[in-house]
């Protein structure tokens, strides 16, 4: 059982303030100038040596004492929930499951009818606790994500969303939130006796749904939910005003999930498809495609196209890729049984008001130009050492989420100019000079990795500052922390990050997971599969 492990899992440290210090500096060097890195140094030594560095410490470590992880709620706030630009595109990722091979209505209702059955049955582990239990190394990781991704939803907020999990509590949701033609339905997905529905039973409800939305011509009342998150806050006010639309509303948010079921988008060529569908994960092509079939703020929405395009985009808060992961690779074996009379799907109806439609006019066009300022394909060269972040789990720790690699270092930049520099006989010395940096360079990585993974201390991976800086938040001091890690230009420097790498591992033969950005920066997303490697950027 996935819980019976929990109670055993070590709490994540506090690394020692000076190696917090030390690594900061470390991850300055090949970003600064010397002159920056020098003052930078100066105010270091200052923070440590003038109490206010061992005052914050000991609080983060009072912290640590008192809480199953000092650092997860302050994780998902400052990376998530605080975050005020728009879910699709910038926090959510998008992955993109294996192009199908059917056509038209019939082959999508199945298909999708399908993947309510395996997320049900994957579901069923969740409540029986049955859930086997990962491990790193012959050591369990902490199973908590995996109870936070079906019946959850994140909520705006004015200045903080918050995330919802209706699964904890005395009676489960039994439903689903279907859309089709930018229509919601509540779809129950138990029998009276509490088995799940069958295939064929989900299939002849999808029918049901699919014959009572056949306009297309309706408000695209989800798109509301790609908006900037203070905007989407004041609109999700108005909206919920109305008790129709706030109990249509708790609806979608307490489902279990969402199945999209969307509308064919214009064919390209088999060199295009794989960006055309990754964009259609992440956003869904704008207000005239599939944009409006979304809730957004859904932690799990699955995409099944009537062009056998599918996949799915989740809400990152709750959880990070693993528990998704596992969800795509999960199979389940399909069981037919006798047809019994099941009732009609609800239709969740919204009353739009004249100042509503502004709303979902304005979230339209910003749609529209957040569509039109992506590029998911086009790999941009910017001849300049920058900021890097690397994914890596800690779920060794109890409650944990994510630290950061930053990837850049002195001996990396040294390896990158060398093999550019022109002026130098290319022959083996150069060779040997080039290969010494870049072996210099993986052992650095390779200890970062092993610190990561370590059960006694997780640190050396450039981001322990940062966490520094999310407890002076809590404990009312940015502004002297703010000053030990110099001026703002060497902090944006620092923590923006321009280049985002990330692995995700699956079993299944799913195309790429489009990995979500920042404005002006790159992500890379390497997929491996049995027999190749697939690099993505957006």
């Not at 920042?518 to 993505?536: N, P, Y």
């Amino acid at each position: 059982r996935s819980h019976l492990q929990q109670e055993g899992l070590p709490k994540l440290p506090v690394p020692p303030l000076r190696q917090t210090c030390q690594t900061y500096l470390e991850c300055l060097k090949p970003l600064v100038s010397t002159e920056e890195l020098g003052h930078t140094q100066l105010l270091v030594d200052e923070f440590l040596t003038g109490g206010v560095g061992d005052r914050l410490q000991k609080g983060l470590e009072r912290r640590a004492r008192k809480t199953d992880n000092w650092l997860s709620e302050w994780w998902m706030q400052s990376a998530y929930l605080d975050c005020r630009m728009p879910v699709p595109v910038y926090t959510s990722p998008g992955v993109v499951l294996p192009r199908m091979q059917f056509h038209d209505r019939q082959g999508q209702m199945r298909f999708a009818a399908k993947v309510i059955a395996g997320v049900l049955d994957f579901k069923k582990m969740i409540d029986t606790e049955t859930l086997p239990v990962e491990y790193l190394s012959g050591k369990p990781l902490c199973m908590d994500q995996y109870y936070q991704i079906l019946s959850s939803c994140r909520v705006p907020g004015p200045r903080r969303d918050t995330v919802v999990n209706h699964a904890i509590g005395k009676t489960s949701p039994t439903h689903i939130t279907v859309v089709h033609n930018f229509q919601f339905f509540r779809l129950d997905v138990y029998n009276s006796d509490g088995s799940p529905l069958t295939v064929d039973q989900l299939y002849m409800q999808l029918e049901k749904i699919w014959n009572s939305s056949l306009q297309s011509n309706k408000e695209p009342i989800g798109i509301l939910t790609s908006q900037h998150r203070n905007t989407w806050g004041k609109a999700y006010n108005n909206l919920i005003k109305d008790k129709m639309n706030k109990e249509s509303v708790r609806a979608i948010q307490k489902s279990i999930f969402t199945i999209c079921l969307d509308a064919p988008i214009p064919r390209v060529s088999d060199g295009q498809y794989w960006s055309r569908v990754a964009a259609q994960m992440l956003h869904g092509g704008g207000a005239r495609w599939n944009s409006g079939n979304r809730w957004f703020d859904k932690t799990l929405q699955f995409i099944v196209g009537e062009d056998g395009m599918c996949g799915l985009v989740y809400e990152h808060a709750p959880a990070e890729g693993p528990p998704i992961v596992f969800l795509i690779d999960y199979r389940t074996e399909m069981v037919r049984s006798p047809m019994v009379p099941l009732s009609m799907p609800q239709k969740l109806r919204f009353n739009i008001t004249p100042e509503i439609k502004r709303d979902i006019d304005k979230a339209k066009q910003n749609m529209n130009m957040m569509v039109n300022d992506l590029d998911a394909q086009v790999l941009l060269m910017y001849d300049t050492c920058c900021s890097t972040y690397e994914s890596a789990s800690l779920r060794m720790f109890k409650l944990g989420r994510t630290d950061v690699i930053r990837a850049t270092t002195v001996d990396s930049v040294k390896f990158v100019r060398s093999m550019q520099d022109s002026t130098k006989q290319v022959g083996c010395r150069s060779r040997n000079s080039s290969l010494a940096h870049f072996r210099k360079n993986e052992r650095f990585n390779k200890q970062k990795l092993k610190r990561c993974s370590s059960w006694i201390c997780y640190r050396g991976l450039c981001r322990g500052f940062w966490d520094v800086m999310f407890g002076c938040r809590g404990f009312d001091a940015p502004e002297k922390v703010g000053g030990a890690a110099g001026n703002q230009r060497v902090r944006i420097r620092a923590v923006h990050t321009v280049v985002t790498t990330c692995c995700q591992r699956t079993n299944s033969n799913s195309g790429p997971h489009a990995v979500e950005q920042v404005v002006d920066s790159l992500a890379l997303q390497q997929e491996h599969q049995q027999f190749e490697s697939r690099f993505w950027c957006c």
